[in-house]
């Protein structure tokens, strides 16, 4: 039997078990074959058949390897073939996804996972090999995902009506190692994670994610939860609401001005140094670099921002900040107040401060702050500017 017809996504979505997800809309034609032997009793029924489209006229805002837009063609390609209470389940979607499922018939209505593997395109640089196995306890399917750029991801994906789980997430990559729970609403208009990341080399992990390695620590750790909504039409990070902690532990902040690579933009303590070597420095000081046994700090993501009111760096000078990075524009907006005596302040800090004034200022800065009646025009550092070219005065 061959066929072909008019596919409204709206009732594809029906007919998957799904809920409509806002983020597909649109129209499309298909064609295929589908041979159908029914069922007796010596052997049970079986089947196999294709389908292909285009796509043209289907506008999908989901993340990629699923974003499109409506007059895009988009050539998909699905085989299946089965027996009785199982089928194999073949598809492609043009360069972006090869997949292929194995399929069994749970208690005779829903079709679950028992294994498969695909193939998986994210934009230009990042492919994905995933494997996919039925749990042994039968609560879900066992994932997992390696990538050269992400390293080897694993969890449990557990699929209901109402939503998508992926439980017991372990990430491995070189210097990293991660924990966490990811959920989805049914629909993916919003999504958060619960997570850890841990690293036994700071400038290992930094330069592992592409990162300029501003810092290094023997201990580091970034936890937190975050929600967001994952659209393709608006960076996720827009969305995002959470809270994120870090700390690092015995290790040394540097301005690397002249690395090659981005800085990690919560690292605002290197940003402060790299600002301050970027300022003349006519005697030809070194460029600045603190030793720090504790380096702490909360932030709240909203708004394309991460805020924080406490940072501490406790090392070779004691530094607070407080302010803002914009993790969209890519500036930073800080107070930093560094608490210990000018014998304490680095050369590269020192030079900052060449007036009697200012010096006398650093000493008196932690009087200054335990004072509810001090003037915040006594505050010694500020920094902004963007990521690429912080920027420092001194008030």
């Not at 829903?110 to 994905?128: F, H, K, P, T």
């Not at 995002?240 to 919560?266: C, I, K």
């Not at 200022?361 to 009087?367: E, K, N, P, Q, S």
């Not at 004072?371 to 550092?381: G, W």
Request: proline share 5%; with cysteine; aromatic share 6%.
């Amino acid at each position: 039997m061959q066929t072909q017809g008019f596919v409204d996504t709206r009732k594809l979505v029906a007919l998957t078990d799904l809920r409509e997800l806002p983020q597909v809309n649109g129209e499309t034609q298909w064609s295929g074959e589908l041979l159908y032997t029914s069922g007796t009793d010596a052997q049970p029924a079986r089947w196999q058949g294709h389908a292909d489209s285009n796509l043209i006229g289907i506008a999908s805002t989901l993340p990629a390897p699923f974003a499109k837009l409506g007059e895009a063609t988009l050539p998909l390609h699905v085989e299946v073939a089965g027996s009785g209470d199982a089928s194999t389940v073949r598809v492609s979607l043009a360069d972006r996804i090869r997949s292929e499922l194995a399929l069994t018939l749970h208690e005779g209505r829903d079709w679950q996972i028992e294994s498969g593997n695909a193939d998986i395109a994210i934009g230009n640089r990042m492919r994905l090999s995933a494997t996919l196995q039925a749990n042994a306890d039968s609560v879900g399917t066992d994932v997992r995902v390696e990538s050269p750029t992400l390293g080897v991801i694993t969890g449990s994906l557990v699929s209901r009506a109402s939503d998508l789980t992926v439980r017991d997430v372990k990430w491995v990559r070189d210097a990293l190692a991660g924990e966490g729970t990811i959920h989805c609403g049914a629909t993916f208009v919003a999504c958060d994670a619960k997570f850890e990341v841990t690293t036994a080399s700071a400038a290992r992990a930094l330069a592992d994610l592409g990162f300029r390695a501003d810092l290094t620590a023997s201990k580091g750790t970034l936890s937190g939860q975050i929600a967001w909504q994952p659209r393709v039409d608006r960076p996720w990070i827009e969305t995002a609401t959470g809270r994120l902690n870090m700390e690092f532990e015995d290790g040394v902040a540097r301005s690397d001005v002249s690395a090659p690579g981005h800085p990690f933009p919560l690292l605002t303590v290197p940003a402060l140094l790299s600002g301050i070597d970027s300022a003349p420095n006519p005697e030809g000081m070194p460029s600045g670099e603190l030793h720090f046994k504790r380096l702490v700090a909360q932030f709240d993501v909203r708004d394309g921002q991460a805020h924080t009111s406490d940072l501490h760096f406790d090392g070779d000078a004691e530094i607070l900040m407080r302010g803002r990075t914009g993790l969209l524009a890519r500036d930073y907006d800080y107070e930093a107040w560094v608490l210990r005596g000018q014998d304490r302040i680095p050369a590269s800090l020192r030079r900052l401060a060449a007036t009697p004034r200012v010096a006398a200022a650093w000493v008196a800065l932690r009087d200054l702050i335990s004072s509810e009646s001090a003037e915040r025009s006594h505050v010694v550092l500020n920094l902004r500017g963007s990521w690429s070219e912080p920027v420092v005065t001194v008030d």
